[in-house]
């Protein structure tokens, strides 16, 4: 008997809830069931996080947490639950299977059978923002080694454990090559040691494309945070519906699974919703905590019911579907196909066995790390570069001198075009004459000098050779 932690969430999240359970119950799942309240009420009654504190001691405690959709109030600063549950416990791999129902729900893709594996700690995500001049905002793209490779990782060995023969990497790393160089370069270091699993990486525009239009060329794809959000709904969508997809979060110690839609307010009380993607969750949690020939039974009887045209309104078409249902109609169908296969479609048998193996993260060796140069940030509302030069010209120190002036990346300076439109946000590059390292001090100093000109400075970013390879952008067009 496995104790879990359940929040029925919001709109028709307590309807799809109590479908789902009564089908895995009856299918003979094992658990021991703690309720919890999550969501908008308890965003409503003063609470910005949208939990209580109790209520994370229980899904610590269980460790496995099986969430309905819930509704974040707009406005009110109140940041999502599904984002802060994902940090809070460390479910760093979000696994989004995607298949392809047909003929029983129309799609274009009649043989598609994609897994998307998204990080989901870090990338943009973080959430990290700030208003810095008048014009520009920015948002910090975090990638770290340890997040890559424990994404990287999850991926190769989800393919390995379910026979999957393909892993693909997605990535921008022709235009982001420090961050998404990163994540490409672990998902190379990383294939190495799987090398009975195909591997490939696609840049992530052409690979979106290529997704959209012949999803059968893919297996496993291994994204990070924000591609991996945007593309596992495409994924979703292509193959039938998002309604009928759920989605696994996993981390180290503690688990959790939910359907990829949204809460659904329109549809609330009407018996209507979908249960479906929440019951595709609650069948990988059933394979998470072991209990395989449940799960087993449990997907393969809802495969029978789609195949059988008992179908909700989301998916219902004249001539396909033979019963529209409701919530509550279409789950007692699905029970009472328990015991039962599809007979059109591919029937499922979950092998239990050996677990995947996810290696602990060991910190690398050091490199050897030099400050090159530093990055002053400067909020300036002219429009001439040439003019901001003059004005930095007082702000350099002895033998640490402007050698560039970007805007948006762009460099503006030297030899910048008058044509490049810019904006009051300029990034100016100080460095040390000759071939010597610039110290902390100096950059005070530059710091003091800046203040005493007039100059806004309003951030910094230092410049560092990491084993003698520069470790920052050029500007474009250097």
Request: proline fraction near 4%.
């Amino acid at each position: 008997m496995t104790r879990i932690t359940v929040a029925k969430g919001d709109g028709i999240g307590p309807e799809i809830m109590d479908a789902t359970l009564a089908v895995i119950k009856a299918a003979g799942a094992k658990i021991e069931i703690d309720e919890i309240e999550v969501g908008e009420k308890v965003y409503l009654a003063g609470n910005t996080a949208g939990i209580a504190k109790e209520s994370w001691d229980v899904i610590r405690r269980n460790k496995v947490f099986l969430k309905a959709p819930i509704t974040t109030p707009q406005g009110g600063g109140y940041k999502s639950l599904n984002v802060t549950t994902r940090k809070f416990l460390g479910l760093y791999a979000n696994i989004r299977p995607c298949i392809s129902l047909y003929p029983f729900v129309q799609t274009k893709h009649p043989v598609m059978d994609v897994v998307i594996v998204r990080e989901n700690e870090e990338d943009l995500y973080a959430g990290i923002e700030h208003q810095q001049t008048d014009e520009v905002v920015q948002c910090l793209k975090l990638i770290s080694r340890p997040g890559c490779e424990k994404i990287v990782r999850y991926a190769f060995e989800y393919a390995k454990q379910y026979g999957r023969k393909k892993v693909t990497c997605f990535t921008k790393d022709n235009i982001m090559k420090q961050t998404d160089g990163l994540f490409h370069q672990v998902f190379d270091e990383i294939a190495k040691e799987y090398p009975e699993i195909e591997n490939e990486h696609w840049i992530i525009d052409i690979g979106a494309a290529k997704l959209a239009d012949t999803p059968e060329a893919f297996d496993v794809v291994v994204m990070p945070n924000l591609y991996g959000d945007v593309l596992s709904d495409v994924a979703a969508q292509i193959a039938g519906s998002v309604g009928l997809a759920g989605s696994a979060n996993i981390g180290e110690t503690c688990a959790m699974f939910e359907a990829i839609h949204g809460s659904a307010p329109r549809r609330a009380g009407q018996n209507m919703a979908n249960p479906s993607g929440l019951l595709q969750g609650a069948i990988m949690m059933l394979n998470h905590i072991n209990q395989t020939e449940v799960a087993e039974k449990v997907q393969n009887a809802w495969l029978k019911t789609i195949e059988d045209g008992i179908h909700t309104y989301d998916i219902y078409k004249e001539g396909v579907s033979k019963q529209k249902v409701g919530t509550k109609e279409f789950a007692e169908a699905v029970i009472s196909n328990l015991g039962k296969n599809p007979a059109k479609l591919k029937s499922v048998k979950y092998e239990k066995g050996q677990a995947i193996d996810l290696k602990k993260y060991s910190r690398k060796t050091p490199a050897k790390k030099e400050l090159v140069g530093v990055d002053l940030f400067v909020h300036w509302n002219g429009f001439s570069a040439d003019e901001l030069a003059k004005i930095l010209s007082k702000v350099s120190i002895e033998k640490v001198k402007l050698s560039m002036i970007t805007n948006r990346g762009i460099k503006v300076w030297p030899e910048g075009f008058e044509e490049t439109f810019c904006t009051d946000h300029w990034r100016c590059r100080f460095k040390p004459e000759g071939d010597r390292l610039l110290t902390h001090d100096e950059i005070i100093s530059l710091l003091k000098s800046a203040s005493n000109s007039g100059v806004d400075v309003i951030k910094t970013e230092n410049l560092y050779h990491f084993d003698g390879k520069p470790a920052f952008s050029l500007g474009q067009g250097q």
